[in-house]
């Protein structure tokens, strides 16, 4: 293969709804790129894209993948991403070093719910689209329906390059307005040949070219000037302002037809070699400190690592962006993130499993190589010298978590092992162990995304896993003043035990004054502040701890003591084994022992002492609440704010967001479990939601009351 440069190459991301054909489009593309002489069939088993037995399984792409093809003189880099919100994290990785979006939409459904939600993304990462309604060979196509919904649904204007004379099974012709010709096709393998456009479609055809010419000649002052002196623009002239309209997302192109039959794939290959925006035209990459890169060949070389796999007897694959310079075999670059030196001993450019070895890749293409040390997804690597560090790609927050354990417990070690591996490979899965909750919590899109990845450890790793509810990081605090003293005293032969403390309690407000007094079992307590000590809790909140210890009743050498074994009682509140926050103690008296007393009796005492006093001190158990912004079609807003208003939520907002409906609420977190799934079947799959921590909040007595019982049935167990 050639050194394809900045202006021979496109990038592409395939986007639309799961079942929009956007493999079966892939495949046709790279037949028409000449990278296999047969074409898969994702019935058959044997796309290029979906190779993996679980996409098998399910007749769905679940992993992105990278195919390349040569056409017209240009190398076009296409990346199948899965239509599943649930696996948009390769999506999120393909926005970031493709150029263009194809949106493929399905004939027989228009717009679908996962086409909105792609779109969606497209508007937030601000990459143009071009259009490609597919699957009209299908019985219930219906173009003008799907044309329609892309016109109601889309915030682009689209406008049609194409429209197909006989959609159904028999579809084999459409007209190209932009070139005036009418294509006709035989058989299965894009075999076509021009003619004229028939003459009962010659008035409908100039009617929808006068439309293009316009949309054309609306995005440059000068095509303007000429559309208004001649009346039109030639077909260069047209692709001119195309370019620009694309570029600047001011219109979508339509295209059609059949990517089973190869029906419109080689022209939609030829426009987007001429019009479609490429490294040069598209926005330059840009390093955290805001500085724009030029894909300059002859530059120094950078990479972007975008995705990283692991294949069984092959270990890492690193996929990367050339953002400038040139790679080449044997070339040693610098990991900018870790400040390892790393060797590209192989280049290769992919055909989904297939890999063709390359000498070199220049700037602006998509390549991918292998046994890197510690380089990983979102990291650059740079020519010496270079200290460039691209902007990383901002993947989804979570938004399904659930609780996972082995069922056999000498699995345990090997299933961390796996599940960091499949961070590494997808890092919108994240896992981590919860000390506070004692439980390992898993973080993913969905719970589809989260049963793919059991699926993937039984059968990849034999390791058998459950899920359950996570429990949930309550808070315990108190809200008003109580004081409690405790002896621990402790004889048994030799040196016994011996320590008393007497502390007084009160909740922590910022900003407040040092205590004075306090009343404690109806006598006033003056305290005389010897010291002051604010710890910043690890899980939130503050305890502030207070010597008012006067007359050595208690040496100083057991302070550490107390305050160690108040800090062991609020990392297992009293009232339901989580943690406690904001809360002030004064140490104001106590008794030891010239013999018996010791920093565990002291430690003790303050545990107990503590215990006691938050039991009196109108304790209240705090949960995690999450600001959650749910976008939902109109239709679907009653059943979807009913069902927040179950959770608890407090709507706090509400407002339209073109034909969609954007609510705000506040949920607590208990609430959220499975929500994604609800949702879904709420909305028929056509709503999305974000979630993130907001604040902790006062449960409700009831559930406070319900939260104690439980907790103290699972003591008495």
């Known amino acids: 293969m050639k050194k394809y440069l900045p202006n021979e190459i496109k990038n592409i991301v395939l986007l639309g709804s799961a079942g929009s054909g956007k493999t079966t489009l892939a495949e046709a593309m790279a037949y028409e790129g000449k990278v296999t002489d047969r074409r898969g069939s994702v019935e058959a088993d044997s796309t290029l894209s979906d190779h993996t037995e679980i996409e098998h399984i399910y007749k769905r792409s679940i992993y992105p993948s990278q195919i390349f093809a040569e056409f017209n003189n240009y190398k076009l880099n296409i990346i199948d991403p899965p239509g599943s919100d649930d696996f948009c994290g390769g999506l999120f990785s393909a926005f970031k070093v493709a150029d263009v979006g194809v949106m493929v939409i399905n004939a027989q459904n228009g717009f679908e719910a996962g086409t909105e939600i792609q779109a969606r993304y497209a508007r937030q990462h601000e990459k143009p689209i071009i259009a490609f309604i597919n699957q009209l060979d299908s019985d219930k196509a219906n173009w003008e329906a799907a044309y329609e919904s892309l016109q109601q649904n889309s915030r682009v204007k689209p406008v049609i390059v194409q429209y197909p004379l006989n959609p159904g099974p028999g579809f084999d012709a459409f007209i190209d307005v932009l070139l005036m010709k009418c294509f006709r096709f035989k058989g299965d393998n894009g075999e076509r040949t021009e003619c004229e456009i028939p003459e009962e479609e010659l008035e409908r055809a100039k009617a ?59 022209r939609l290959m030829e426009f987007i070699t001429r019009v479609a925006p490429g490294p040069i035209k598209a926005p330059a990459f840009k390093t955290k400190d805001g500085e724009k890169i030029a894909p300059d060949p002859d530059g120094p070389t950078a990479l972007f690592i975008y995705k990283t796999a692991l294949e069984p007897h092959l270990g890492e694959i690193s996929y990367f962006r050339v953002v400038t310079g040139t790679v080449k075999e044997g ?111 898993l973080y993913g899109q969905g719970e589809h995304h989260l049963n793919i990845l059991k699926w993937q450890l039984a059968n990849n790793n034999k390791i058998e896993i459950e899920f359950s509810a996570p429990k949930i990081p309550y808070r315990e605090t108190i809200t008003k003043t109580a004081g409690a003293s405790y002896r621990h005293k402790k004889q048994s032969g030799g040196a016994g035990q011996f320590g008393e403390v007497a502390i007084v309690i009160e909740p922590y407000v910022e900003g407040a004054p040092d205590p004075v007094k306090f009343k404690v079992d109806g006598r006033d307590v003056v305290l005389n502040i010897k010291g002051r000590e604010t710890v910043d ?39 339901t084994g989580s943690y406690a926050r904001d809360i002030r103690v004064a140490l104001y008296d106590g008794k030891m022992h010239p013999v018996d007393s010791n920093e565990i009796s002291f430690k003790l005492a303050a545990r107990n002492a503590f215990k006691e006093a938050f039991r009196n001190a109108g304790p209240k158990i705090m949960e995690p609440i999450y600001l959650v912004e749910v976008l939902v079609p109109s239709d679907r807003m009653g059943d979807v704010m009913s069902d927040l208003q179950n959770r608890r939520a407090i709507i706090e907002g509400m407002s339209s967001d073109n034909g969609l409906e954007r609510i705000t609420a506040r949920v607590p977190l208990a609430e959220l479990y499975r929500y994604s799934t609800a949702l879904s079947s709420l909305s028929n799959g056509r709503a999305s939601y974000t979630m993130k921590f907001h604040s902790y909040e006062q449960v409700p007595a009831d559930v406070q009351a319900k939260l104690l019982k439980s907790y103290i049935d699972t003591e008495e167990e």
């Open 537 to 575: 809790l690890e899980w939130g909140g503050k305890l502030v701890f207070y010597n008012c210890i006067v007359g050595g009743a208690i040496d100083a050498r057991f302070l550490p003591a107390v305050l160690k074994g108040i800090m062991e009682k609020m990392e297992e509140g009293p009232l």
């Open 208 to 266: 929808l070219q006068n439309e293009l010419v316009e949309a054309a000649a609306e995005n440059d002052e000068g095509l303007m000037e000429l559309y208004f002196e001649k009346g039109t623009l030639t077909e260069d002239e047209i692709r001119s302002g195309l370019k620009l309209g694309i570029a600047h997302r001011d219109l979508i192109p339509v295209f059609c037809g059949s990517g089973k039959k190869d029906i419109g794939t080689k």
């Open 331 to 441: 070339m040693e670059l610098i990991n900018t993130h870790t400040g390892n030196k790393e060797k590209i001993a192989q280049i290769y450019i992919s055909a989904g499993k297939n890999r063709t070895k390359v000498p070199e890749l220049a700037a602006g293409d998509l390549g991918c190589t292998v046994k890197l040390k510690g380089t990983k997804t979102n990291h650059t690597l740079a020519a010496p010298g270079i200290n460039w560090e691209i902007e990383p790609i901002r993947f989804p927050e979570h938004r399904y978590r659930t609780a996972v354990k082995p069922v056999n417990t000498a699995d345990e070690e090997k299933l961390g092992e796996a599940l960091n591996r499949a961070h590494f490979e997808d890092p919108t899965l994240v896992v981590e162990y919860s000390k506070e909750l004692k439980q390992t919590i």
